[in-house]
């Protein structure tokens, strides 16, 4: 059975126009029967009028050891605290000379001002 229309005008499911291309299960005869070859066109039909994206949307695993700056985060963080220790030690020895030696202030504190009698 040919599936070539003759151009009458038939609209027979399996016809096509005289110069149609033909699909490519139309190149190995006798592959496809006529109602599966139809079947097929409608679900590409189908599928070609509601397509889904072909890019992964969905979020990505998130693994523990891959969080972004794990080790920068530490680096930073011992910086700091190093930082912190040395200005202390800082403190601490200036803090340890005045108790030794004193303030070292001349003339005592600032003077104040007279209170206004009520």
Known sequence: VSTQSTGSGNSDHGALPQNAMKSADEFVPGRFDLWSRERNRVIH???I???KSQTDMSTPKSYAHRRSGGRKIGYDQQVVMSKIEYENQLLLRKMSR???RGAESHGGPPPRSPIAPK
């Open 49 to 51: 009028k509601q397509p």
């Open 45 to 47: 039909r189908e599928r």
């Open 98 to 100: 005045i108790a030794s």
